[in-house]
């Protein structure tokens, strides 16, 4: 057998989804298999390093070297149909199908919101959210490396660090140019982190008569009717690359195609490809159930966690929650470039673990019961912790390992002594007794606890009250077009608010030790007790926090900054 073929078996095994690291013993071949299996993904990956040497670092986009990638292919019936109930299911209503099949990714056209993808209607804005979340990596922290065509370094895709702050950003001033280099480029880091970082599936279309690199192709596309797996079976085509510069220009190639109004669906196939479909059933806890959720086609978190992290688990925490007997629920294994926050956090329907919560940018996918939009900051050190955030993350993971209610913030009272223990709590017995006059010790009780405890007791007491004190900037994009009162269009018939996407500046001001709610009880009882404290209300009046603003999203944010109180100029930011 010539290297050739040993190179193209190894990336066909590398498609199935056999993968002893990932899947268990379960799967497990014969010694003699996997000995050769070994092999050959051992040869495959020499040539392939061996080929990547020689690879030009900036060809021309349309000049992709296909000789190292595996050759355009159909999926069988079997595999279509298998793609397609796993996505919709195997009953699936027009209604959904529709919102999936004409949604492109496109840019916005308004300057003010320039750097953001547009969504049309509710289904693939978990899609789009996850894409936009890396396209602002890009465009924010890459931006050096988006002047020019695109060449991929060793390291890897956006692996480089620029951790200097963002002084500002004026979105309209971003050139065509780098929004798609952008583009491109967070579509290439998704599909092969699916990928295992080994290889990206490209999904494509070809249509009988028409050609794939033309305008006349994409408008051909306005008449197709996807509405069965037979009917996705006879048009979709798909490539694997294990170089990631052909990767990056092959995409880039097909932008038109991804622009178009099949572009989300075909992006979304192609992560599922890329980590392959039977690694996709093992990482959910339910594989019955369909990617996309009724009644109104709503991307699950199966298919934002796959975008997000390149595997398709359906919780947020971090890690695996053992159910005992063998059963555990699967969530996210490891750090993320681009995080994630829920308001069903803030409903106590579940609890974001640290690795999606503290992603290595900030920037984040904020859900709501039914929609996806994006969060972010120019400044990346608001992620860094101060005193107070360090020691409560400390406190916080003890208490979370003797949590045994799947995130419900409480412990027993054996729990209560191995977390004093593990984060050298000298704990008065008195108070000891106290928290444990109940069964359980709920979080909210026990962190107040150790705010009010000296700090050469291992508490967090501040007689000084700035301890933790922060002031940053975030901003929110909500992609699906909104009503804009602030910039209404003369018609005849009067005023008509503009529907564009909506970009939103907030001020958030994180109070060192007290909810706005104490504070407030605070200055009340110290103000009053004082009948010539002109000074005393002086004082109260400079430490007073400004007010707060409230919106969904200000409860989402409160989720990672838990004291967080958030001011905007205008309309309230949206997250529906």
């Known amino acids: 057998m010539g290297e050739d073929e040993d190179l193209e078996i190894a990336i066909r095994m590398s498609m199935q989804q056999v993968d002893d690291v990932v899947t268990g013993d379960a799967y497990a071949d014969s010694g003699e298999s996997m000995t050769r299996r070994r092999e050959l993904m051992a040869a495959a990956a020499e040539k392939r390093m061996a080929a990547a040497a020689v690879i030009s670092p900036s060809p021309s986009p349309a000049a992709v070297d296909k000789g190292k990638e595996v050759k355009s292919r159909e999926l069988s019936v079997e595999e279509a149909n298998e793609l397609f109930v796993m996505v919709f299911g195997s009953e699936v209503s027009k209604g959904i199908l529709a919102r999936w099949c004409n949604q ?94 080994r290889n990206a599936v490209i999904a494509t279309m070809t249509i009988p008569g028409n050609g794939s690199e033309d305008e006349a192709f994409v408008r051909s596309l306005e008449g197709l009717s996807i509405e069965s797996a037979l009917d996705l079976q006879k048009v979709l085509r798909v490539e694997t690359y294990t170089s990631r510069t052909t990767a990056l220009q092959r995409l880039e190639a097909n932008i038109h195609l991804f622009q178009s109004r099949v572009g989300a669906l075909l992006f979304l196939i192609s992560a599922l490809l890329s980590r392959g479909l039977d690694l996709v059933q093992s990482d959910r806890d339910d594989p019955s159930l369909p990617l996309v959720t009724a009644p109104f086609g709503h991307a699950s978190q199966e298919i934002v966690n796959l975008l997000l992290c390149g595997e398709a688990v359906p919780n947020v925490f971090d890690g695996r929650m053992d159910l005992g007997g063998g059963m555990f629920l699967k969530g996210i294994s490891r750090n993320v470039e681009v995080g994630f926050l829920t308001l069903l956090e803030s409903l106590n329907f579940c609890k974001v673990g640290q690795f999606l919560k503290t992603p290595k940018w900030p920037i984040w996918v904020v859900g709501s019961e039914s929609h996806y939009t994006v969060l972010f900051a120019l400044d990346p050190s608001i992620q860094n912790e101060n005193e107070l955030e360090g020691r409560e993350t400390q406190i916080r993971k003890a208490f979370d390992a003797q949590d045994q209610s799947g995130g419900g913030g409480f412990i027993s009272g054996d729990g209560l002594h191995q977390v004093l223990r593990e984060t050298n709590i000298k704990l008065p017995q008195q108070k000891v007794e106290q928290l444990s006059n109940t069964d359980f010790i709920v979080w909210s009780e026990f962190w ?63 109070p060192p030790r007290w909810t706005p709610e104490e504070f407030m009880a605070d200055v009340k009882v110290s103000s009053t007790s004082s009948s010539a404290g002109e000074s005393s209300g002086n004082n109260a009046e400079v430490s007073k926090p400004e007010p707060s603003q409230h ?26």
Request: net charge positive; aromatic share 8%; charged share 20%.
């Open 104 to 197: 492109g990714i496109r840019f916005s056209s308004d300057p003010v919101t320039s750097m953001g993808l547009v969504q049309h209607e509710g289904g693939p804005c978990g899609v789009l959210a996850a894409m936009q979340a890396f396209v602002l990596k890009y465009i924010l922290f890459f931006s050096d490396e988006l002047k020019e065509v695109p060449s991929v370094p060793n390291r890897g895709l956006g692996s480089s660090s620029k951790s200097q702050p963002v002084p500002s950003f004026d979105f309209a001033s971003l050139s065509e140019g780098v929004k798609l280099r952008a583009l491109v480029r967070s579509m290439g880091e998704i599909l092969f982190s699916c990928g295992g970082n």
């Open 551 to 576: 919106a969904p999203l200000v409860d989402c944010i409160k989720t990672r900054w838990a004291r967080a109180v958030c001011t905007w100029s205008g309309d309230p930011p949206s997250i529906v």
């Open 448 to 510: 107040q606890v150790i705010l009010d405890l000296d700090k050469s007791l291992g508490g967090l007491k501040d007689s000084s009250g700035l301890m933790g004190k922060k002031v940053f900037e975030l901003y929110h994009f909500n992609g699906i077009a909104k009503s804009d009162l602030s910039g209404s269009q003369v018609n005849y018939g009067g005023e008509t608010p503009l529907q564009k996407p909506r970009l939103t500046k907030l001020r958030v001001s994180v």
